[in-house]
């Protein structure tokens, strides 16, 4: 597609629940990134993805947090066991193969919101 | 700890009148350095970056930044700012010595321009 695209744009849902946030680069993007965007705060790394493999998930909070990249394209992000905490946007961003200085091209991102 | 520190959180501008929003950080080493805008209700898009070479960097829309290293700065600068430029701006890192493919933003500044 002609940009990154993420699905749902918004979800809401309960504490202990389980979400799955979509995010689908950018076509021959090979480097995919995570961020979380808090209110009145940047984005927040999360995990970067080269191809299928996870290089860097130094970002993720706890274990409760998990992201697959299973085709090294379209990436899912997990969380398990939903706390109000986890409320943010989750921004998906990709580039083209995660070299030094290259552009991350971002999504719209998922607005989550946990009751 | 290594982090991105933007001063200004809101800035109030009458159009025409000259922008300069500072961003400091404080990673050593090799670093590259971007600022994204977020327009009210789109997504976080590239203004400019500096990779390497001159230090004074022209981005779109009449934006330019200039790196200098001895201050650990990267200010983002406009001469006459218009009505259209009423976003978020958020100045990032990313670093060698935190692999180059994390970004790492500062917490924003919500820029306002009164026509």
């Known amino acids: 597609g002609a940009g990154v695209s993420q699905t749902p744009s918004n979800k809401v849902t309960e504490k202990g629940k389980y979400v799955e946030l979509r995010c689908d680069p950018i076509?021959?993007?090979?480097?995919l990134y995570w961020y979380r965007q808090s209110l009145g705060q940047g984005p927040e790394f999360l995990i970067y993805?080269?191809?299928?493999?996870?290089?860097?998930d130094s970002g993720l909070p706890n274990d409760r947090f998990f992201a697959v990249r299973p085709e090294g394209s379209v990436s899912t992000l997990k969380i398990q066991r939903t706390e109000r905490g986890d409320s943010a946007v989750y921004l998906c961003?990709?580039?083209?193969?995660?070299?030094?200085?290259?552009?991350?091209?971002f999504g719209p991102g998922t607005r989550l919101l946990v009751l | 700890a290594q982090s991105v520190s933007q001063h200004n959180h809101h800035v109030i501008l009458s159009e025409a009148a000259s922008l300069e929003l500072g961003c400091n950080y404080s990673y050593g080493g090799t670093v590259n350095l971007f600022w994204y805008v977020q327009y009210p209700g789109q997504h976080l898009q590239l203004l400019l970056k500096y990779f390497s070479g001159d230090p004074l960097v022209k981005g779109i829309k009449g934006f330019e930044a200039e790196f200098i290293k001895s201050k650990f700065s990267f200010n983002l600068r406009k001469p006459s700012v218009q009505w259209s430029d009423t976003a978020e701006y958020f100045c990032a890192v990313n670093a060698m010595n935190t692999g180059f493919q994390k970004l790492v933003f500062g917490t924003g500044t919500r820029l306002l321009v009164s026509p």
């Open positions: 076509s021959g993007h090979t480097a």
């Open positions: 961003a990709s580039s083209l193969q995660g070299a030094p200085g290259e552009t991350q091209y």
């Open positions: 993805f080269q191809g299928t493999g996870a290089a860097d």
